[in-house]
């Protein structure tokens, strides 16, 4: 069975250390109160429980799975999670970032988010139930009226109900444009909505008294398209304008999927037969709505990847350890024993530095993102407000893309390191890698992330976020030129940070006589840009870290290899990106076989 110890001493590493969160928090109001005492309090409260509540429901939840019960369309869970869920509202977690005017503790954002790495490398299914209240709470706070964020935000903070996130119909996925779901106004301000929804993540379980479901629908004159999707909020149970809970509503569960991974996750089909729902914000404006709460859960899956690939490296590395076989190639390492450890083996380090180096330097890519979240919500400077949107937005695909696509990556070389017995149930590892599978796909495939980070974020919105980014690499790399120490870093940093820029504009240029260049070279720039800022985050671990001899000498080694072994990688998603669309599309469909 997978053990799991929650990485405190490199989380304080990122937070303190490099991110210096403290100083960020004393100048951020409203974030007075979170200095490092409490921060820190925060942070071992939140490893009690994921490793002494959640870790030992892993694989048990795993092996159990969701139980559905046509007769009364209702979900139980696995057994545990509910007593574990009670207790996690019964502590206070589920309002951790949450505002206080609607009960929560109103801690920053990145505190909530090293906190989620524990709760999803823990046991990512039951990670999976409070997960998207959190963006059903900022679509409500940002998009709802007065009385929505009375009547369904203060049960949500305070982990009495749940939210979920309604997009995906059986003919439409991605492509929202195509969804037929139907929302009939009432006379009363309120709708009636119809229609099937598929795929649903905590669409229904038995954690919490009513489930609200934020739903895409069309108004009966909305144009064509996604011009055309309003959002509404649909609770399980009815909920009056005062807050009072009425009558079961006309929606249902209609099955649960059986999936490769995350068994103790009930994903859910829900049926809507003319349900009370609300018009939250404008009408055929819920895309934008859907949005915020999209984004708030891309970062979340990118934690989710970020969680398991910890999870996986943990596991490996005391295997590593101590599993005994052959002898090392330049003689015994242990001659006292009848076989060499596997650690000693080239291969077996190489897998395990890889581990090693994505899940510290993805912690820090993620936690600075979060970050960013912060200033842009706190900031009283407004241009450090624009600054920090722009980066967060720009952060945004490729922390979700890059952390779910290497855990994928890690717990792979994870189950190869026990071999054979990484192949069977006993030590957890083939779930980890099941697990991570689904990753990649839910809140938008890697490919979508692709799209969204070069089309949107890159071309449409002329780079802004990455013009920061590379301006803020490029002040790093001036300020430590001349840092002999430095030299094996700083230097190949600010080539390929020049190489970056070059890329950038040169798929902008083709792109603008031909969209299908920037399709064709979204995969590749994604991965060029996501090995790059990890890069300068091993490079800003060195410099804060030389000061540091309980991390000193690991993060250096640790940087060492991921500048001569992990970052070498873009030279291939460079030459992909200067190919070219014609050798992807000009072979005929029939051609394919």
């Known amino acids: 069975m997978s053990r799991y110890c929650a990485p405190l001493a490199d989380i304080r590493f990122a937070l303190h250390d490099v991110l210096d969160v403290e100083s960020l928090f004393r100048r951020l109001p409203g974030f007075e109160n979170a200095t490092r005492d409490v921060v820190d309090a925060v942070l071992d409260e939140a490893a009690k429980f994921t490793e002494q509540v959640l870790a030992p429901l892993n694989q048990t939840g795993d092996q159990e799975g969701c139980h559905f019960d046509a007769a009364t369309a209702s979900v139980k869970t696995p057994a545990g999670f509910k007593k574990a869920y009670g207790q996690y509202v019964e502590n206070g977690w589920a309002g951790l970032t949450a505002p206080a005017a609607f009960g929560g503790q109103d801690l920053p954002?990145?505190?909530?988010?090293?906190?989620?790495?524990?709760?999803?490398?823990?046991?990512?299914?039951?990670?999976?139930?409070?997960?998207?209240?959190?963006?059903?709470?900022?679509?409500l706070l940002h998009h709802g009226e007065d009385w929505q964020r009375e009547a369904f935000l203060k049960p949500i903070v305070e982990g009495r109900w749940t939210g979920t996130?309604?997009?995906?119909?059986?003919?439409?996925?991605?492509d929202l444009g195509l969804l037929k779901t139907k929302a009939e106004p009432a006379g009363d301000g309120s709708h009636r909505i119809t229609g099937t929804k598929i795929f649903i993540t905590a669409g229904e379980h038995d954690l919490t008294g009513n489930i609200v479901h934020l739903v895409l629908a069309r108004l009966p004159d909305a144009p064509a398209g996604v011009k055309g999707i309003s959002l509404f909020v649909v609770p399980k149970f009815k909920v009056g304008r005062d807050g009072t809970l009425g009558a079961r509503n006309a929606l249902a569960c209609g099955a649960i999927e059986h999936k490769m991974g995350i068994k103790g996750s009930a994903t859910c089909t829900m049926n809507f037969d003319?349900?009370?729902?609300?018009?939250?914000?404008?009408?055929?404006?819920?895309?934008?709505?859907?949005?915020?709460?999209?984004?708030?859960?891309?970062?979340a899956v990118g934690l989710q990847g970020l969680g398991l690939t910890e999870r996986a490296y943990q596991s490996s590395l005391a295997y590593a350890r101590e599993r005994l076989q052959m002898r090392a190639l330049s003689g015994a390492k242990f001659p006292d024993k009848p076989a060499d450890p596997l650690i000693v083996h080239p291969d077996i380090r190489r897998m395990l530095l890889t581990q090693k180096a994505f899940v510290e330097g993805g912690r820090l890519l993620a936690l600075y993102a979060y970050t960013q979240e912060d200033i842009h919500k706190r900031s009283p400077d407004p241009d450090e407000r624009e600054r920090a949107e722009a980066?967060?937005?720009?952060?945004?695909?490729?922390?979700?893309?890059?952390?779910?696509?290497?855990?994928?990556?890690?717990?792979?070389?994870a189950l190869q390191i026990f071999g054979g017995h990484g192949y069977i149930v006993e030590h957890g590892m083939e779930q980890l890698a099941r697990d991570a599978r689904i990753t990649t796909l839910y809140e938008g495939t890697t490919q979508i992330q692709a799209l969204d980070l070069l089309g949107r974020k890159v071309l449409q919105f002329q780079g802004v976020g990455l013009k920061h980014f590379l301006l803020e690499i490029s002040a790093f790399c001036e300020k430590h030129a001349t840092d002999a120490t430095l030299g094996a870093f700083v230097g190949p940093l600010a080539i390929v940070a020049k190489e970056w820029s070059s890329l950038t504009m040169d798929v902008a240029k083709r792109a603008a006589t031909?969209?299908?260049e920037m399709g064709a070279a979204a995969y590749d720039f994604l991965f060029y840009s996501g090995y790059v800022a990890l890069a300068y985050f091993w490079a800003k671990s060195v410099v804060v870290s030389a000061s540091l001899p309980a991390f000193r000498d690991a993060k250096l080694q640790t940087a060492r290899f991921y500048f001569a072994r992990i970052l070498p990688r873009i030279a291939t998603h460079a030459a992909g990106i200067r190919a070219g669309a014609s050798t992807l599309l000009d072979m005929p469909d029939t051609d394919f076989g």
């Open 391 to 413: 980066l967060v937005s720009f952060l945004t695909p490729i922390v979700k893309a890059l952390l779910t696509e290497t855990a994928i990556e890690c717990t792979y070389d």
């Open 165 to 174: 996130m309604c997009l995906t119909e059986p003919h439409c996925g991605t």
């Open 274 to 299: 003319g349900a009370d729902g609300y018009l939250v914000g404008q009408p055929n404006k819920g895309l934008n709505a859907m949005f915020t709460m999209m984004n708030t859960a891309r970062l």
């Open 109 to 139: 954002q990145v505190l909530g988010g090293a906190v989620k790495e524990m709760l999803d490398a823990a046991n990512l299914a039951w990670g999976n139930y409070p997960m998207l209240s959190h963006g059903a709470t900022e679509a």
């Open 514 to 516: 031909n969209p299908d």
